[in-house]
């Protein structure tokens, strides 16, 4: 993969990641809203839901141009 191939993956994974943490903040807060009594509950899913989004983009942003020097 050529240098810019591998900055449009990184892009590409950055808007993923972005919109997924959005997703996860809206349902977060919409289901908040809905039951008052369960903030606890779901502020914990919610963070490591988050946690797992943020994990990902990471391991694209780290391993994959590591691995990717293997390979020429």
Do not use: D
């Not at 972005?18 to 809206?26: A, D």
Request: aromatic share 6%; net charge positive; proline share 3%.
């Amino acid at each position: 993969m050529t240098g810019q191939g591998l900055g449009i993956g990184i892009g590409l994974a950055a808007l993923g990641v972005g919109l997924g943490l959005g997703l996860i903040g809206y349902s977060a807060l919409q289901g908040m809203a809905r039951q008052p009594e369960a903030i606890g509950k779901l502020q914990t899913v919610m963070l490591i839901a988050l946690a797992f989004v943020e994990l990902v983009f990471l391991l694209t942003v780290f391993i994959v141009p590591g691995s990717m020097a293997a390979f020429k």
